[in-house]
């Protein structure tokens, strides 16, 4: 690639978002551990730290203002100075020592968390921690935390290959003093100024997931048993497979109440449907009573099922506000089975908190499933209007950007039908559905007719209302309909020239 291209490629890079830059960089960097396109990773990767953690000469004085500055994954900003253009050579790959100060080190040390980890900044539900926390525990502990074990991690990084044994080794020893001296600071027998201590970590979101960091590192390996003996997708949760779950999860390591979400959403990632994972709260009650659920340790179960499902509809609304239609169906789906499990399977009081929580998650769809899908039929409208020929100018045309966009739109509300009932927008949808085919109907005949007479001047803005009109066809009516309207519009241009040429 050129000079020119790799320009082109910073300039990109460095118009992204500084999430979507951190989220590009982990999954390079994975790719070059899996050996998968590491030239090309490596070349992207360069790019990226040049546009995502300039190092800036006071960054080694200042660590907090560094912490703010770089992505979470990242190394320390103090770790290494950035290295001469003329001595970098990423056809070769980075060296082990750049891999190291780039973040494999910490992501090393960190892999037990990797599961639970989320990009959310706001409140987190049960079973989760902040990957942005990661970073400042990582600078901590080389400060004061375990330095010394700090210290031999980072050699054995250093001087060993990814997979060498002495690297594990030193990560394991490094996992265990870091737990032990973060519950000395925010476990149960935690003594001394710990908020003077704990001021020195980070803010008060990182000081909110140290607790969750302990345990996990804590009791890294009842997990990894706990992961070896899940199946690698769980499509159906049926007594078979709760039985099996509740036998592997059943480790008195993991079954507190704050080590039990963190095996529960190790489940949950196996499952085909999330929300499935409150069957093991009804098992282990013998009752779909939410009061008898709430009264057990798995009725965190129903707290995580519930606070996804708020999650994917933000993502919902997100993606609406943004436009990008493409990928609702499958969002639809999930949310729309979520909230009828768990409607059908737990007893929910509407007063109860589980209740209102889930009242509030529908309505939250429903108002934004709401007003996109009313503003369909105007937008439709505008497009096929029939307008006089004197109000046509001159080379006037549908725009076929618009026509698209609305086009996605009518799929939309079609899909939306299918789920209508459960996220209580049956009404708004089935009557704009209708709306949409008698007018789409009515207005395609119309403007077929068009192409038989009227100024010669304005036909090429009819005939683009004529496609936009078919493609309109297509996904209210079906592919035949369409191939059929189009057929009826070129017998009506063709009538039309006959007509002239006999004049």
């Not at 103090?78 to 060296?95: F, H, L, Q, R």
């Not at 159906?236 to 095996?263: K, R």
């Not at 509809?313 to 729309?336: C, E, M, P, Q, Y």
């Not at 589980?354 to 709401?370: F, M, V, Y």
Request: neutral net charge; glycine residues 6%; contains cysteine.
């Amino acid at each position: 690639m050129g000079q020119t291209a790799q320009e082109r490629l910073r300039e990109y890079l460095g118009q992204l978002p500084p999430n979507a830059q951190s989220l590009l960089m982990r999954e390079f960097e994975r790719a070059i551990e899996r050996g998968q396109d590491v030239a090309v990773a490596t070349l992207v990767l360069e790019q990226l730290r040049k546009v995502a953690r300039p190092v800036a000469p006071a960054a080694a004085a200042a660590p907090a203002e560094a912490a703010r500055s770089t992505p979470p994954r990242a190394a320390p900003a103090e770790a290494a100075p950035p290295k001469p253009a003329a001595e970098t050579a990423p056809a070769a790959g980075p060296s082990r020592e750049d891999r190291r100060q780039s973040g494999d080190a910490p992501r090393r040390l960190f892999r037990p968390l990797e599961p639970f980890l989320t990009d959310s900044t706001g409140p987190l539900r049960p079973g989760q921690i902040r990957r942005g926390s990661l970073l400042a525990v990582w600078q901590w502990l080389g400060r004061e935390g375990a330095p010394e074990r700090y210290a031999e991690f980072e050699a054995a990084m250093s001087a060993g290959g990814d997979s060498s044994r002495e690297i594990e080794m030193a990560a394991r020893k490094l996992q265990l003093a870091a737990a032990e001296s973060l519950m000395k600071l925010v476990g149960p027998n935690a003594t001394g100024d710990r908020q003077r201590l704990l001021a020195r970590i980070g803010a008060p979101s990182v000081i909110e997931d140290l607790l969750p960091i302990a345990l996990v590192l804590q009791n890294r390996e009842a997990l990894d048993g706990l992961n070896g003996r899940l199946p690698g997708i769980i499509r159906t949760l049926g007594d078979s497979q709760i039985a099996s779950v509740t036998d592997a999860i059943n480790v008195p390591s993991l079954q507190t109440p704050l080590m039990l979400p963190f095996a529960l959403s190790l489940v949950m990632q196996r499952l085909a449907a999330p929300w499935q994972i409150i069957r093991l709260a009804t098992k282990i009650a013998a009752s779909d009573d939410e009061i008898r659920v709430a009264a057990t340790p798995f009725g965190v179960a129903v707290t995580i099922a519930l606070n996804d499902l708020a999650g994917l509809a933000a993502v919902l609304r997100a993606d609406i506000r943004r436009g990008h239609f493409s990928n609702l169906g499958d969002t639809l789906k999930t949310l729309h089975d979520g909230v009828r499990g768990l409607r059908t399977e737990l007893d929910l009081r509407s007063e109860s908190n589980w209740g209102k929580q889930l009242t509030a998650i529908r309505a939250d769809i429903s108002n934004a499933l709401q007003s996109e899908i009313d503003s369909v039929p105007g937008r439709a409208r505008r497009i096929l209007r029939q307008r006089a020929d004197k109000d046509i100018p001159a080379g006037a045309g549908v725009d076929t950007g618009e026509v698209e966009e609305v086009a996605a739109l009518i799929e939309f509300v079609a899909v939306c039908r299918n789920y209508a009932s459960e996220l209580a927008i049956n009404e708004v949808t089935l009557r704009t559905y209708s709306d949409l085919q008698q007018y789409v109907e009515k207005a395609t005949e119309a403007l077929v007719q068009s192409l038989r007479s009227g100024d010669a001047r304005a036909r090429a803005y009819r005939q683009s209302q004529v496609s936009a009109a078919i493609r309109f066809c297509h996904v209210l009516f079906g592919n035949d309909y369409a191939q059929l309207m189009s057929r009826s519009a070129e017998n009506a241009l063709n009538g039309e020239r006959k007509s002239s040429r006999a004049g």
